[in-house]
């Protein structure tokens, strides 16, 4: 079996981080590069499977982190971003001409609004958290990859290092529901109808609530 | 710090199967109980974090097992059940004296379609399958279990043999999206619009697909 090719920071082994107090991060193009700077390291750097993250070519997985927006400032060539897709929860600032995202930003009520989601591959800058853990592990099966190869795809994975996950790891999990309680418990006493509330939000009816990380995975059942 | 209580089945260690050709269910009336018979052992036996699991007064986790629709049969009492919520993927037919669940079914298109999920402690029967992991961990806390025990409450599964997940499996998650791709490609064949199949998949604008495990849990994002 030849051992999958996953992301370019993660196929000739991880390189720790060694803590940097911040760099700059550029887009693809061949002059006038989109350039964003960023304040201190990142967070929670990981791979992610999901379908919507930017990867590189040939990348089954994104490696992607996240830092608070206040650390994220574009210093150059502004005028080429876009947004790719205005209707998803992270507005995920690319470069026109090249395609690559800089930064995702979260505008509405979410557990994570509040930071940005960068790509540290993006930088020359050495030094970088390390990815962490790989998260939504069989989302790439959606996006054409051999379910055969999911067991080696994983084994990768613990070979250097890195916990597997179907959604994020378990402290974020745990973060996303902590946040999503005391939403709603703020939610609740707002409109002090709770049988009403209680009731939209296990309805199964769709989306009842914008943070609804629990009741979005049981949409499901 | 003392061991979480988790459920029944779990807290005094878990009794390995035996091999069971079947059984019946009852839920928890004192006289007449409904009945349910099942053929054959269940199978993907596990403890649910879920909100929407019924679990026996004081657990925090239900124990939830599936079984083949054909081997589901009520031979007692049919007159006593309800569907709890008609609203829901899961069809959960519970007694409406006791309000234990006896069966759940899919009636819609969904990966699981064609198994009824079961909780086998309504079974005075020994012998069936036991918990094979823990499923949707971190929902608990959207229920009011204290985010500080999660740890305690994580390592306590570990302690019983069983790997803690936040959503499903990974074979169950993989199982998913393989039948998500599947369902995918057949309505892309039968639509023959791919590019506006993919953006309604990919466009983060709610539950465009019925089946989406990786769109539902992408939607958070």
Known sequence: MTTPHLHPLLDNGIQAGT???????????ATDKVEVTLKGDVLHNHACGCSKCWKPEGAVFAVIAVTPVDNVSVTAHADKLHIVDESATIQRHACKACGVHLFGRIEKAHPFKGLDFVHVE???????QAPQFAAFVSSIIEQGYDPKGMDAVRA???E???ESYDVLSPPLMDAICVLYLRTFEALR???KTRSTCSNR????????????????RETLW
Chains 1, 2 share one sequence.
């Open 160 to 162: 250097l290092g890195l």
């Open 19 to 29: 803590g940097i107090s911040g760099g700059t991060l550029h887009c693809k193009c």
């Open 122 to 128: 993006l930088s020359s800058d050495k030094g970088w």
């Open 201 to 216: 939000i296990a309805g199964g009816s769709g989306r009842p609530f914008p943070l609804g990380a629990g009741p979005v």
């Open 156 to 158: 990768r994975f613990k």
């Open 189 to 191: 006493r707002t409109i």
